[in-house]
């Protein structure tokens, strides 16, 4: 009896620490894989799972974690096994109007074939969700999965591909522009348990194709949730991507992901990232432009309230001569809520005639407040134009009375003018369906 | 309509407003003069509702109610309009975008209902017509770039469509070539009836050629130290203020 008691409480107490849930997690489905343990795609996993052994969670002691504490998230247990009652008659509380395109269901991480709708023609755009992939077209993930993806030094990416098991596999071939766009639903269904997700996305845009691609993570329920997103984006030469990332998670949410970009020469790569809501958010877009004459646009927006915490990390990756990257983020803070933005710029000795610029500006409406910039330059090539700019201040009085001297209330006013602040991000978004979707939540965010 | 009584006020506790006294009757047209710094711009603020000017004494009446009592948006609300000096840009608000959602808040407090985007679009047309302003520009985020001369129309044009029962213009006049001046002008005088009322604050005698007051007054150091018929503006013009600085000092 005594003994039982102990025994459970004892695995209780294990599996509240979440390094270990994973690693016994990984053991078990690693031995239900059966065969596939000896291919190249699990190999890469046993390899990031050992990283991850070694590295374990980042401490706020790490540089790139000083601000984003995630020692709540690794003292909690959470449920892997993805069972979930998700279904249409959920989803339709979730809903996006006018969703039109390829749109795809992740609930807990896992594909969902029935809401799904792929409409573009297999010529123009193939999609497999990861599993059948590593099946169907195990080339293709031998030659771009994890090979850009730092899972050698980065805890959460090591993770992540150490449980790379679902997600999306997307490849554009030469030559085609996918007409409609591609919409990746990730919903996380947390309304019984704490539930953990880790999807893996590749998408490979051949040479001279364009695809638009959202990914819109959203979290339902009032339990934790923990997701841990890698996507890698090749953007083959002179090909055209555009790349959204929408969030609109819980309180208790914690999101941490990764988009990794690889750019080859003439390419042209667009991010826009909006958080929405989420407790604890931690984006991490790194861009390497890998050839000659590339553009990559970065945009962000951010609103955290309450005790929301969203932590913007980018990187570009000067690596090659003549290329342009622009950056703009911008966030508006209320409450007790905590932002930051590290943007780092590479220029390599190599790369001259490079073209960097890159702004984040920030309103904070409360004393109680932070946002934290950091941007980081580290140029080693004299042939550059590079800049970089932080501003963080109030909303303008000046202007706030100048719009109730016409009439309109001072909240209405502050609203207007907070909106004003988002427009020239909003309007990079050129899905219609998602940046409506966006324009309404954004307008609700503003109005609380 | 509008009485101002012993009007003190300030900022960052200097005294600006040193007792203004004021009576404007619907149907009047006023004009303030006076050199730069006299507190012109501060008694425009105030009566708009300005809140980091701090009101130390005296009341301001409008229509029977306690103006400084209320927010800006209240006495927009109950008519008061202001033609900023320095008209603020507000970049990603349009113009239009800006007075409809100005225009529906003022008709909502009045209890009266929405104009829908087709009834507002034609009364900005019409307005726009009567003041010369171009549609690109009320297109346009709120004065972002604007020219002098199409910020202070863009002030008058906002006039025409909210339509004011008090209207202070402050230097709407002031880097306006003469084409733009008359324009503005007539832009006002279209507006003037028995039922509302004027105030032109200006520097300059040339605007009262073309929008005629009933009175002139000159405010120096925060008080009205003269006031009179609008051939007061025309000696202003021709005297310059020294002869008044002199005899406020003889007085004092
Ligand atoms: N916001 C302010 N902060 C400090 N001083 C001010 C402010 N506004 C006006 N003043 C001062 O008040 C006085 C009157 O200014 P103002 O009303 O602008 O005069 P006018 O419009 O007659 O030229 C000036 O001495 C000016 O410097
Ligand atoms: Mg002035």
Known sequence: MVDNFTKTLMSNTLNNDLK??????FQATEGRLNGETKSAVHQTRRAAMQNFETLGFPTIKHEEWKYSNVSNLVKQAFDFSVKTEFGENELATLSIPNLEGNVLYFINGIYNPELSNIVSPESQLQILNFGKAVKENPTLLETYFAQYANYQNEAFTALNTAFAHDGVVINVP??????QPIILRFITDARSINVASQPRNLVVVGKNAEV???????????????????TEIVVEENANVQYYKVQNDTEKSYHIGTTQVCQKQNSHFYAVTVTINGGFVRNNLNIVLDGQNCEAFMYGLYFPNGKQHVDNHTLVDHAQPNSYSNELYKGILKDKSTGVFNGKIFVRDGASKTN???????????????????????????????????????????ALFYMRSRGIPKAEAQTLLMYAFCEDVISQIKIDSIKEYLEGLIAEKLAQ | MLTITDLQASVDDKAILKGINLEIKAGEVHAIMGPNGSGKST??????????????GGSVDFDGEDLLEMSPEERAAVGIFLAFQYPVEIPG????NF?????????????????????????????????NIDDSLLKRSLNEGFSGGEKKRNEIF????????LAILDETDSGLDIDALRIVAEGVNKLRSPENAVIVVTHYQRLLDYIVPDYVHVLYKGRIVKSGPKELALELEEKGYDWIKAEVAATM
């Open chain 2, 43 to 56: 008694l425009a603020s105030v009566l708009a509702g300005r809140e980091e000017y701090e009101v130390t």
């Open chain 1, 20 to 25: 270990e849930q994973l690693v016994a997690n």
């Open chain 1, 174 to 179: 030469a030559g085609k522009v996918v007409e």
């Open chain 2, 99 to 131: 007075l409809k959602t100005a225009l529906n808040e003022i008709r909502k407090s009045r209890g009266e209902e929405p104009l829908d985007a087709a009834q507002f679009l034609k009364l900005m047309r019409e307005k726009a017509k009567l003041v």
């Open chain 2, 93 to 96: 608000v349009t113009t239009i």
């Open chain 1, 356 to 398: 960097a610029y890159q702004s984040c500006r920030n309103v904070v409406l409360s004393d109680e407040a932070t946002m934290n910039t950091k941007p980081q330059l580290e140029i080693y090539n004299d042939d550059v134009k590079c800049s970089h700019g932080t501003t963080t201040g109030k909303l303008n009085d000046e």
């Open chain 1, 212 to 230: 638009k691609i959202a990914e819109a993570f959203r979290t339902m329920g009032e339990n934790g949730a923990f997701t841990n997103t890698v």
């Open chain 2, 158 to 165: 906002q006039m025409a469509m909210l339509e004011p029962k």
